[in-house]
């Protein structure tokens, strides 16, 4: 019997598929594809199956978090993006499938505008990584590689 390679799935919100081009001296230059690729390589070379989704619209994102326990996902790394500050629907989405989740966020939040400050997911999440860029989800990732181990 063969051990099926935990899988991960990378979650991002609104206005990420912007990356590289919308305000690059907060978000980086790096598009968010880059990003991903890399993320399902790195994911790889330890053993994970990583799988990426982005959704600018709200019940999108709740659809596909409600298909993780079918799909026997083991983790999550969120950015939600906007709505990390005004959604209790997803909180409440990933609350109630019951995987565990790393909430990522490029920039500094709490280095920015006071309506940033806030998130709706960190009380559930098992670590928060901001202002780190794209090397958050590195970081996530290896996180959830020796979560698992």
């Known amino acids: 019997m063969t051990i099926a390679t935990p899988r991960v799935w990378v979650l991002n919100g609104p206005n990420l598929n912007l990356l590289g081009q919308r305000e690059p001296h907060i978000y980086g230059y790096e598009s968010l594809q880059n990003i991903e ?15 990426c989704f982005q959704s600018n ?12 326990t079918a799909e026997d996902v083991r983790y999550f790394i969120i950015n939600a993006g906007a709505y990390t500050h005004t959604s209790i629907a997803i909180r409440d989405a990933l609350v109630g499938v019951k995987v565990p ?8 939040i709490y280095a920015r505008e006071a309506f940033r400050h806030h998130s709706h997911l960190s009380a559930n999440a098992q670590a928060v990584v901001c202002g780190m860029g794209s ?8 996180f959830i590689k020796k979560n698992l181990a």
Request: net charge negative; proline share 0%; aromatic share 12%.
């Open 57 to 68: 619209h709200e019940g999108q994102f709740i659809d596909h978090i409600h298909r993780a």
């Open 135 to 142: 090397a958050g989800y590195f970081y996530a990732l290896d």
């Open 37 to 51: 690729q890399n993320l399902i390589q790195h994911g790889q070379t330890m053993g994970l199956n990583v799988q």
């Open 101 to 108: 989740y790393l909430e990522v966020h490029l920039s500094n």
